[in-house]
């Protein structure tokens, strides 16, 4: 089972954080800081594999993201690692080339997605269709009311009120007010776009 | 409360938004989680399956206890009911999985148990894949329960296995079908023996074949991601192989494949190879596999750039040594050790350390390494690893010379490690006499030697070689006048440090005040240690923390597989076993952590100063008020089922730990002298809390009462907790026997009360007086008593290779003399005894001949071993050989010398005065001692009628030092 995942940036900031164990915010907080110390001093040669504490810390890097999760000892790295792998490619899938931004201002995109493709620490489904599909019919039922946000979320913007990137919080815990909610990205059936993430990330 | 108001609305966004703000307000606010459980409740039970969703992804988002005592009811029947939506099926199976995992005593099992099995055969992949995680886990608990699933998972396995890449769609990951499915399934095969209905199995056999004739194949697409999905397949194919440990064939397969990954290119690959290679190690049939990899191993530690893959490759070396190249790994890795990464460096001590003990040939050697150890990595050398040298040196006499001028040898180095200058100050001190008619190494150079060093030192090594200063005096009469002109000092008399200063002027007036033979006895050399296990090994299990990887594993799978490589592992314990009797444990519980060093080892030796002085008396006139118990045979319990065993460990040893669980632990010491014996029993409370009620008895089964005089004193009914209290007892053989003392302990632990009976390790052998005796007389007396009742003839079957000196050493542990050039075939072992019992004494002559061919071949037959006795009758001891021979035997020739047996205080070898505090004792408290001490025994008259060699256990024993 797969204790928690997180996904920060070179310059070690957090972009998003998912755990299936209950943890203390301290606890949290010292174990994010801990683990992405040992993640960023590694070179880019080395292995994607590592003991810490007493789990085992699956990452990968793709274009300026690291991409962690810490899974127990009697769990298989390699398909944790083609696990991140399938998740980066459901983000660009969705997104359309994935960019660090996308995950910045639509985390709660990435934090849905995630959802349907992992829940409790297991896999849900490996089927990039069903998980599309279920994110999809959400997005649909959203655009119910689309209506009347869209207005107001262009008003906020203009006024400049959206926060700057670094004290963006990040997790389940940042509820942002939903006139903010970017709706339904882009219609259904859009083409697979150059894959940004995918195409410079990994080795 | 706007949350919850939310929740219950029937827009989507609403209720999204609702969920997520639950998912952040889970403080256990119990109104407000009323509400919320309601509105989930309602979500549950409506027909839209986005809103079951939502629901249950929150469930297990928050995953509370209050969630689980909600609806830990519901979510089965919505994961089983025929009319689910597959998207609702599966977020109900992991959400149940969830709750599982958060509070397992909330999920009742129940009817739908059988029909979660038959979602292995579901047609939706999603669906399969959310129900074997499931499954997975809830079989840990239940394996009963959920047998049926095997044969599915193998079918389900077998069709994945075998499909095309293209048959399953979405499910096909870069040409690999299902990747996850299949990891998950083979991960549930491991919840289970290998299966037995046969048809199943040669299926199962066949997928793994499969997918390990696949990773042959060239490969279908360049990317990473498709090697890397079937290498994870086939990981996890080796992984569930190793756990059957039952295919030869395909542990061989397996340990090739890994074999070719160790030069794969991919950093990753190589990892993963070094780790399982690390569990396919202890397979006993895959061990020779992986030993020829060795080089390719050796390789990897020395160019491998990334940290983490060299650990593995020490770690992989630490696996598969075995006797045979201990050698090789041991200086590779302590060539590695100079250049190693200072995190992993302590680590790479404690295996060298480990390696090094355990299959240590010559002593020499051990010595050697560990010495080389001390130099290259002293910061490193944990206390535990410089201990345990000291103590195996203690104990084993045949090193003792070479180490001290080995140590002696290091110190002269112009700079050496401050753990260097310890075990040398130990050595030197304890063994110096052995070096000292070397010139270059006379008494006073040893000790300006130390001495010089002795300013740059902490505090605790000053202490320990003041210590060694004292004993000095006592084997070098010569250096007394330096000695003590450098205690005198001021620097020493007047020393900051309360415990230098303790020291020195204790030592000083023990060293002028006492005449020469109390100086003598007081600091007479250590005795060996008590056999416990090896704290480095405990030490390297704490390291690795609890759920450790597979190294620890290792440690403890490991003597199965060194027993067939010709190792000679003792059979009752191996050093790698947690502890010699912590699987006996009596409760039957989990082992106890690998730390409690029980009470501080020092402590515990000074406590057993102090009651020793008193248990002395009545060895010398017991007087007759000395309540002594000999209860008669009351309302006892059977032994324990592992009585037995714990007594056959005792056949041919005197000492050691009798018994051990969680509680208490039962030492033993004991000395015998003709038809008398005394024998120390420790009980050491291991917990923290008091025993009350404590009450050791002996009781004699049968017509022992006639046979056997068995003396105890009454011990203090309470027991502190991380105390240990002392009993003696005194034997007397009165006539021959057969059956063992039982001994009775009972006490009340936390109200509870606790009863335990086990067998005294007091066997006739132990009355065994060893008699010498010339070729021919012996073979004269030998033909002479061949009557058929004064034979005992026993023949079996050696289990292991047998080696002449391990043999000796358990015939001479057995009692008799061993009579060298007596036999006319060099290959066979005689002896001669006499028993001595009060009524009688009994002469006894003893052969054993080795048959190298039988042991070889397998096949019938094997080493007899006759006993000739001088008794008419002897019917007690054919008896004894009968009942005990196969037990005994099969011990007798295996078990290594002592040490491996062993192991030891974990704490400091010195129980000195470290735990005297000084305002609870006078400052003079060691005269005071010995003035008790000479009262008891007036003087080295007693101690030459006792002799040298058993002086160990008497009470005068010297642990001052």
């Known amino acids: 089972m797969m204790r928690f995942m997180l996904l920060f940036s070179r310059q070690g900031k957090l972009r998003l954080q998912k755990w299936y164990l209950a943890t203390s915010d301290k606890e949290r907080k010292k174990m994010v800081r801990e683990l992405m110390q040992v993640v960023l001093a590694r070179k880019p040669k080395m292995c994607s594999f590592l003991e810490w504490r007493d789990l085992k810390v699956v990452y990968k890097r793709y274009a300026s993201l690291y991409f962690c999760c810490a899974i127990e000892g009697q769990d298989n790295e390699l398909i944790t690692l083609e696990l991140i792998h399938r998740y980066v490619e459901l983000l660009d899938k969705y997104f359309g080339s994935v960019c660090e931004l996308d995950i910045i201002f639509n985390f709660e995109k990435a934090y849905f997605i995630l959802d349907e493709f992992l829940m409790g620490g297991d896999v849900q489904d490996t089927s990039k269709k069903s998980v599309l599909k279920a994110i999809e019919q959400a997005d649909l039922l959203q655009e119910v009311r689309a209506g009347t946000l869209r207005g107001r979320r262009k008003r906020t913007k203009a006024k400049g009120t959206l926060p700057a990137l670094d004290t963006l919080p990040a997790g389940p815990s940042c509820p942002f007010p939903p006139s903010l909610w970017r709706l339904a990205p882009k219609a259904p059936g859009w083409p697979a776009g150059p894959q940004a993430l995918t195409a410079r990330g990994g080795r | ?961």
């Not at chain 2, 000291?390 to 002696?408: E, H, M, S």
């Not at chain 2, 030492?667 to 024998?679: A, H, I, P, T």
């Not at chain 2, 080493?863 to 009758?873: C, E, F, I, K, Q």
């Open chain 2, 1 to 961: 409360m706007e949350a919850v108001n939310l929740l219950s609305s029937n827009k989507y966004t609403e209720k999204q938004i609702g969920y997520l703000f639950i998912s952040v307000l889970v403080n256990s606010n119990s109104e407000l989680i009323r509400l919320i459980n309601n509105a989930i409740k309602n979500d549950l039970a409506s027909r839209n399956p986005t809103f079951m969703c939502l629901a249950l992804h929150c469930i297990a988002n928050v995953g509370s206890r209050e969630m689980g005592e909600a609806f830990a009811a519901d979510i089965p029947r919505i994961l089983v009911a025929g009319d689910s939506m597959d998207s609702v099926k599966q977020s109900a199976a992991l959400c149940l999985l969830r709750l599982y995992k958060a509070s397992p005593d909330l999920v009742p099992m129940g009817e739908w148990t059988a029909r979660v099995v038959h979602l292995l055969n579901d047609q939706h992949m999603g669906v399969v894949t959310a129900a074997v995680s499931l499954i997975t886990c809830l079989c840990k608990k239940n394996p009963d329960d959920f047998k049926t699933c095997i044969s599915l998972a193998v079918s389900r396995l077998s069709r994945i296995v075998s499909s095309a890449s293209t048959d399953l769609q979405d499910y096909t990951y870069y040409f690999v079908p299902a990747p996850w499915l299949s990891v998950k399934l083979l991960r549930l095969l491991q919840c289970y023996p290998p299966p037995e209905d046969a048809a199943v199995k040669g299926r199962l056999v066949e997928c793994l074949e499969t997918v390990l004739n696949k990773a042959q194949e060239p490969p279908k697409s360049k990317k990473v991601q498709h090697s890397n999905a079937k290498n994870a397949i086939l990981f996890e194919t080796i992984s569930l192989i190793i756990h059957y440990d039952s295919e030869p064939n395909l542990l061989v397969r397996a340990c090739n494949q890994l074999g070719q990954f160790l030069q794969h290119r991919e950093t990753n690959l190589r990892y993963l190879a070094l780790e399982s290679m690390c569990t396919l190690a202890s397979s006993e049939f895959s061990h020779e596999a992986v030993k020829t990899h060795i080089d390719t191993v050796i390789n990897a530690l020395k160019t491998e750039r990334d940290v983490s893959v060299r650990q593995r490759a020490a770690d992989l070396l630490y696996a598969m040594c075995d006797r045979s190249n201990a050698k090789q790994i041991v200086s590779e890795m302590l060539r590695y050790l100079e250049t190693a990464d200072y995190a992993i460096r302590e680590e790479i001590v404690l295996k060298v350390a480990i390696l090094a003990e355990k299959y240590a040939v010559d002593y020499s050697w051990y010595v050697d390494t560990i010495l080389n150890l001390i130099r290259i990595a002293g910061d490193y050398v944990s206390e535990e690893v410089w201990y345990r040298v000291l103590q195996i040196v203690t104990n084993r006499d045949d090193v003792q010379g070479y180490a001290a001028k080995t140590v002696f040898e290091a110190l002269q180095a112009p700079a050496c490690h401050e753990n260097m200058v310890k075990v040398g100050g130990y050595i030197l001190g304890e063994f110096g006499n052995l070096i000292a008619g070397d010139p270059r190494s006379s008494p006073p150079v040893q000790f300006s030697l130390l001495h010089s060093k002795f300013h740059l030192c902490s505090v605790a090594t000053r202490a320990l070689l003041l210590s060694t200063y004292i004993k000095f005096i006592n084997l070098f009469p010569e250096t007394k006048a330096t000695i003590q002109g450098v205690l005198r000092a001021g620097s020493q008399l007047r020393n900051a440090d309360v415990e230098l200063q303790q020291r020195a002027v204790e030592y000083l007036t023990l060293s002028s005040v006492a005449s020469t033979d109390v100086l003598a006895t007081v600091l007479e050399e250590m005795p060996p240690f008590p056999e416990r296990e090896s704290s480095i090994l405990a030490k390297l299990k704490r390291k690795k923390g609890p759920g450790a990887g597979s190294a620890l594993d290792d440690g403890r799978r490991e003597p199965s597989s060194h027993d067939i490589n010709g190792g000679v592992e003792p059979t009752p314990s191996t050093v790698s076993t947690p502890s010699p009797s912590a699987d006996l444990l009596g409760l039957r519980a989990a082992p106890p952590p690998a730390a409690p060093p029980a009470p501080s080892g020092a402590g515990n030796l000074l406590v057993d100063v102090f009651s020793d002085g008193p248990a002395a008396q009545p060895s010398l006139g017991p007087t007759p008020e000395e309540a002594f118990l000999s209860p008669g045979p009351e309302d006892i319990g059977p032994p324990i089922p592992e009585a037995d065993e714990l007594l056959n460990k005792f056949v041919c040893r005197n000492n050691g730990v009798l018994f051990e669980n969680q509680l208490l632990q039962i030492g033993v010491k004991s000395e015998f002298r003709q038809n008398l014996g005394r024998m120390y029993l420790f009980y050491g409370n291991k917990t923290s809390v008091q025993f009350q009620n404590f009450s050791p008895t002996v009781v004699h089964p049968g017509d022992l009462q006639t046979q056997l005089a068995v003396q105890t004193k009454r011990v203090a009914s309470q027991v502190d907790g991380g105390a240990q209290v002392q009993q003696v007892l005194n034997i007397e053989c009165l006539r021959d026997f057969l059956t063992p003392p039982l001994l009775s302990v009972r006490f009340r632990y936390g109200g509870a009360p606790q009863s335990l009976t086990l067998k005294l390790p007091v066997t006739i052998n132990k009355f065994f007086q060893p008699t010498e005796m010339a070729a021919q007389d012996f073979f004269q007396r030998w033909k002479q008593l061949s009557l058929p009742q004064q034979e005992a003839q026993k023949i079996f079957k050696a289990n292991h290779p047998m080696d002449a000196e391990v043999t000796k050493a358990k015939l001479l542990g057995f009692g008799s003399a061993l009579l060298d050039n007596v036999d006319p075939n060099p290959e066979n072992f005689v002896g001669a005894g006499i028993i001595q019992t009060k009524a009688l004494q009994v002469g006894c002559l003893l052969r054993l001949e080795p048959n190298a061919q039988a042991q070889v071949s397998g096949a019938l037959g094997g080493s007899p071993l006759r006993v000739h006795s001088l008794h008419p009758a002897p019917s007690c001891l054919t008896m004894f050989f009968q009942s005990h021979a196969s037990a005994l035997w099969p011990c007798l020739l295996p078990l290594l010398p002592p040490f491996c047996l062993s192991i030891l205080w974990s704490s400091s070898p010195f129980p000195s005065l470290t735990f005297i505090s000084p305002c609870s004792f006078h400052p003079l408290w060691p005269l005071f001692y010995l003035s008790s001490f000479t009262s008891v025994f007036p003087g080295p008259s007693h101690r030459g009628e006792r002799g040298q060699g058993s002086g160990n256990v008497l009470p005068s024993q010297p642990t001052l030092l």
